[in-house]
């Protein structure tokens, strides 16, 4: 009786395909649906090995021939799964993302947007000229070695297996400045048809699109060069030599506090991203977004503070225009503060003022208190929490988007709705969506009601908490307030630590 | 009623078909392990298909000499060809279900 153990394999076996069975459901992948088939044959076959077992051998059944032909069927139904999943990681999926070695996915983003960049300039340029160029990078870059050619697409796979034979540490900035050295001489070939504006474009264009289908990741390696090209290519062409040599000694000054400043040194009149990458790509990934818009702001704040008059009007403008264009165009760059781009000192205009990440503001505007910040959040579909008074039709928002939630206050037992007395779980809530969601928005609309129910200073403990959370988790705070209902005490204890917005 | 060499020769003949996929099919799993940030749950997916190879071959011992001890064996290495992947599979389905909320 104790062969009966020899149904261990067969039960595991059948959990490997209910698992691949569920994953195929979250995750929609040719991997998961091959595997499942796979294991459901696997588990045939240790079935089919078990009873052979239990049976005997003195007389042979056709069960022990379907032994051999279930397990070569799964083998060949896995070999298929595993195929296919290479196929994925030559263009990597959101979700596959976090799992991959960081310069495959490197590979994989790039590739994707110069695809994508290819294709809106080919009937510009030509395929024979694109061919050239990819040729040239084929013959003499030795991530793009061996790369075929063909209808001016780039190989992906070959590229990740070259990428295998280069040091696992330097992987990922060979992969950015190879790409770099492949778009500079693109839009070298772009210039020869069209202006400098529109080159940018189309390559803004392409970012936008890519986005898209393959996430934020994109933006490590575009945000940079678009910057670059929209505002510190203008700049540097207006500079004198006396202004090149104060913007190096500003830069270097900023050196201490963020070392990758060293590395947008102009050097003949030019800044040399190839260093900038090199240094990004050692960084962690989750924080390449920030540090990247950190560098830049920094970088924008040499340009706004020199002493050529015309030159700082002119870096104003240029990321003012950037900031305005990157935050329409762009809307998943707010998750990460773009508009911290914005030199020191310089107001943004409208909703755009409230897009900081990690700050809380106070918005003192009685006669609406219907958001233009939430209405931005719900179009772009950025993860918002909207905590209100409004009654349970104005929370129809909720289906408007996924990723805006909103809570209603009030003492009814409803969905939806949290006392305005549970203060502890209304910041439980609060913790909980902004570390799930990357510089999630949270609006606050209601503090008159929660002073009413709670008391002034219990509110302002809490809301000091709210405060502390949105800073240390990289959200933004927005508390809109009908300033007649604080005396101007109170006014002045919440100005204290919130950022106030007339 | 098919005769008793008659399937030992069957099985014999198509036990080279499956033992081709099963290491076209390892071959496959080395290239992606490679790929991964953090390759642990995949380096163990090849202890996995190693314990398929031995859980088979425990089985076609047994076909061959009819000992009934190798049931130990077949289950030893079956459970190691069949365990790694749950485990996997389950990291897998509780990571990106994360991901997915």
């Given at each position: 009786m104790i062969e009966v153990t020899t149904l261990a394999p067969f039960g595991i076996a059948l959990g490997i395909c209910v698992l691949s069975w569920r994953l195929n459901a979250i995750q929609k992948h040719p991997f998961w649906s091959y595997s499942t088939v796979s294991s459901l044959l696997f588990s045939l076959m240790l079935l089919s090995g078990s009873l052979c077992f239990l049976m005997g051998t003195e007389e042979l059944t056709p069960l022990y021939i379907l032994v051999p032909v279930f397990g070569a069927a799964a083998a060949h139904f896995q070999s298929i799964a595993t195929r296919k999943f290479s196929e994925m990681i030559h263009s990597p999926l959101e979700k596959m993302k976090t799992l991959l070695r960081k310069d495959i996915v490197v590979v994989g983003e790039s590739a994707v947007l110069t695809t994508e960049f290819i294709r809106r300039i080919t009937t510009w340029v030509g395929v024979e000229n694109i061919a050239a160029v990819l040729t040239k990078h084929a013959r003499s870059n030795p991530l793009f070695r061996g790369c075929k050619v063909k209808d001016s697409t780039l190989d992906t796979p070959t590229m990740i297996k070259n990428i295998q034979n280069i040091d696992g540490k330097r992987g990922t900035g060979v992969v950015f400045t190879s790409f770099l050295k492949l778009h500079d001489d693109l839009f070298g070939l772009c210039e020869t048809m069209m202006s400098g504006e529109d080159i940018t474009e189309l390559f803004e264009d392409s970012l936008a699109a890519v986005y898209s289908q393959?996430?934020?990741?994109?933006y490590v390696y575009g945000l940079p060069l678009l910057l670059h090209r929209r505002v510190f290519e203008p700049l540097l062409a207006s500079c004198t030599p006396e202004c090149l040599e104060e913007v190096n000694a500003r830069i270097r000054g900023l050196e201490k506090e963020e070392p990758l400043m060293r590395t947008l040194e102009v050097k003949n009149g030019k800044i040399e991203l190839e260093e900038f990458y090199r240094g990004l790509a050692r960084l962690n990934p989750d924080e390449m977004m920030e540090r990247i818009i950190f560098v830049f702001s920094q970088l924008g704040n040499v340009f706004s503070s020199v002493k050529n008059k015309a030159l700082t009007r002119k870096s104003e403008r240029l990321l003012s225009k950037t900031v305005s264009h990157l935050t329409e165009k762009?809307?998943?760059?707010t998750k990460y503060g773009v508009v911290k781009l914005m030199s020191k000192g310089v107001e943004l205009s409208g909703f755009c003022r409230v897009l900081g990440v990690g700050e809380s503001y106070l918005i003192k505007r009685p006669e609406k208190h219907d958001l233009e910040v939430l209405e931005y959040v719900i179009k772009h579909d950025l993860p918002a929490l909207h905590i209100t008074t409004s009654r349970p039709p104005n929370l129809q928002r909720e289906n408007i988007s996924k990723n805006v939630k909103t809570l209603w206050l009030s003492k009814l037992d409803v969905k939806g709705a949290v006392s305005p007395s549970a203060l502890d779980i209304l910041r439980d809530t609060v913790d909980n969506f902004i570390t799930q969601n990357r510089g999630a928005t949270v609006v606050l609309d209601g503090l008159e009601y929660l002073m009413l129910e709670n008391g002034h200073e219990i509110t302002v403990k809490f809301l000091y908490d709210l405060v502390s959370m949105a800073g240390v988790k990289r959200a933004r705070l927005i508390v809109p307030i009908d300033p007649k209902a604080f005396t101007p005490s109170q006014l002045a204890q919440l100005e204290r630590f919130l950022i106030p917005i007339s | 009623m098919m005769g008793f060499d008659t399937i030992r020769v069957i099985v014999l003949l198509i036990t080279p078909l499956g033992l081709y996929f099963w290491t076209k099919c390892t071959l496959n799993y080395l290239q992606i392990t490679?790929?991964?940030?953090?390759p642990g749950s995949w380096r163990w997916t090849l202890i996995a298909m190693l314990g398929i190879f031995g859980a088979y071959f425990t089985w076609l011992a047994y076909l061959l000499t009819g000992e009934n001890f190798l049931w130990m064996g077949f289950v030893v290495f079956g459970v190691m060809g069949t365990l790694p992947f749950l485990l996997g599979n389950l990291e897998s389905y509780l990571s990106l279900r994360k991901v997915a909320r």
């Amino acid at each position: 009786m104790i062969e009966v153990t020899t149904l261990a394999p067969f039960g595991i076996a059948l959990g490997i395909c209910v698992l691949s069975w569920r994953l195929n459901a979250i995750q929609k992948h040719p991997f998961w649906s091959y595997s499942t088939v796979s294991s459901l044959l696997f588990s045939l076959m240790l079935l089919s090995g078990s009873l052979c077992f239990l049976m005997g051998t003195e007389e042979l059944t056709p069960l022990y021939i379907l032994v051999p032909v279930f397990g070569a069927a799964a083998a060949h139904f896995q070999s298929i799964a595993t195929r296919k999943f290479s196929e994925m990681i030559h263009s990597p999926l959101e979700k596959m993302k976090t799992l991959l070695r960081k310069d495959i996915v490197v590979v994989g983003e790039s590739a994707v947007l110069t695809t994508e960049f290819i294709r809106r300039i080919t009937t510009w340029v030509g395929v024979e000229n694109i061919a050239a160029v990819l040729t040239k990078h084929a013959r003499s870059n030795p991530l793009f070695r061996g790369c075929k050619v063909k209808d001016s697409t780039l190989d992906t796979p070959t590229m990740i297996k070259n990428i295998q034979n280069i040091d696992g540490k330097r992987g990922t900035g060979v992969v950015f400045t190879s790409f770099l050295k492949l778009h500079d001489d693109l839009f070298g070939l772009c210039e020869t048809m069209m202006s400098g504006e529109d080159i940018t474009e189309l390559f803004e264009d392409s970012l936008a699109a890519v986005y898209s289908q393959h996430g934020e990741g994109v933006y490590v390696y575009g945000l940079p060069l678009l910057l670059h090209r929209r505002v510190f290519e203008p700049l540097l062409a207006s500079c004198t030599p006396e202004c090149l040599e104060e913007v190096n000694a500003r830069i270097r000054g900023l050196e201490k506090e963020e070392p990758l400043m060293r590395t947008l040194e102009v050097k003949n009149g030019k800044i040399e991203l190839e260093e900038f990458y090199r240094g990004l790509a050692r960084l962690n990934p989750d924080e390449m977004m920030e540090r990247i818009i950190f560098v830049f702001s920094q970088l924008g704040n040499v340009f706004s503070s020199v002493k050529n008059k015309a030159l700082t009007r002119k870096s104003e403008r240029l990321l003012s225009k950037t900031v305005s264009h990157l935050t329409e165009k762009h809307p998943a760059l707010t998750k990460y503060g773009v508009v911290k781009l914005m030199s020191k000192g310089v107001e943004l205009s409208g909703f755009c003022r409230v897009l900081g990440v990690g700050e809380s503001y106070l918005i003192k505007r009685p006669e609406k208190h219907d958001l233009e910040v939430l209405e931005y959040v719900i179009k772009h579909d950025l993860p918002a929490l909207h905590i209100t008074t409004s009654r349970p039709p104005n929370l129809q928002r909720e289906n408007i988007s996924k990723n805006v939630k909103t809570l209603w206050l009030s003492k009814l037992d409803v969905k939806g709705a949290v006392s305005p007395s549970a203060l502890d779980i209304l910041r439980d809530t609060v913790d909980n969506f902004i570390t799930q969601n990357r510089g999630a928005t949270v609006v606050l609309d209601g503090l008159e009601y929660l002073m009413l129910e709670n008391g002034h200073e219990i509110t302002v403990k809490f809301l000091y908490d709210l405060v502390s959370m949105a800073g240390v988790k990289r959200a933004r705070l927005i508390v809109p307030i009908d300033p007649k209902a604080f005396t101007p005490s109170q006014l002045a204890q919440l100005e204290r630590f919130l950022i106030p917005i007339s | 009623m098919m005769g008793f060499d008659t399937i030992r020769v069957i099985v014999l003949l198509i036990t080279p078909l499956g033992l081709y996929f099963w290491t076209k099919c390892t071959l496959n799993y080395l290239q992606i392990t490679r790929y991964f940030r953090n390759p642990g749950s995949w380096r163990w997916t090849l202890i996995a298909m190693l314990g398929i190879f031995g859980a088979y071959f425990t089985w076609l011992a047994y076909l061959l000499t009819g000992e009934n001890f190798l049931w130990m064996g077949f289950v030893v290495f079956g459970v190691m060809g069949t365990l790694p992947f749950l485990l996997g599979n389950l990291e897998s389905y509780l990571s990106l279900r994360k991901v997915a909320r």
